[in-house]
């Protein structure tokens, strides 16, 4: 399989058998469209985009930010599917990722590796 996002071979992780991984972060289940990675890639980055957004605001602080902050996390609550989780990257200090799948009633059942938005870190 190769990356629809960057050209590179991706790989299987042991956690998570019928998907493939890719060193830039994205991901695709087998068998899955490209149509359909698409339209999930563009809901992630929004997502994304709204979580870069409240750690930026976490960092400058204030209470006018902080309800904001919240109004973003509640936001994300909404719009996360998959959810995802963050951490700190041990080797460059960036945000890594990762993808928990759900059910339909919001429990967890899986979860991928994290990946380095940053430097491509895996762990
Ligand atoms: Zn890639
Ligand atoms: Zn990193």
Not at 12 to 27: K, V
Not at 35 to 40: F, G, I, Q, S, W
Not at 79 to 87: D, E, G, H, K, Y
């Amino acid at each position: 399989m190769t990356c629809h996002r960057c050209g590179q071979p991706m790989y299987q992780h042991e956690a998570t058998a019928d998907r493939w991984w890719c060193r830039c972060g994205a991901w695709r289940d087998v068998g899955e469209s490209a149509d359909r990675v698409a339209a999930r890639e563009a809901e992630t980055a929004s997502v994304l985009a709204l979580l870069d957004a409240a750690i930026a605001g976490r960092r400058s602080g204030g209470e006018e930010q902080r309800i904001r902050d919240r109004e973003i996390t509640d936001q994300m609550e909404i719009t996360m599917s998959p959810r995802i989780q963050t951490t700190g990257c041990p080797k460059c200090g960036g945000t890594m990722y990762k993808t928990i799948e759900t059910d339909e009633n919001g429990n967890p059942i899986g979860a991928g590796p994290f990946v380095c938005n940053s430097c491509g870190h895996m762990m």
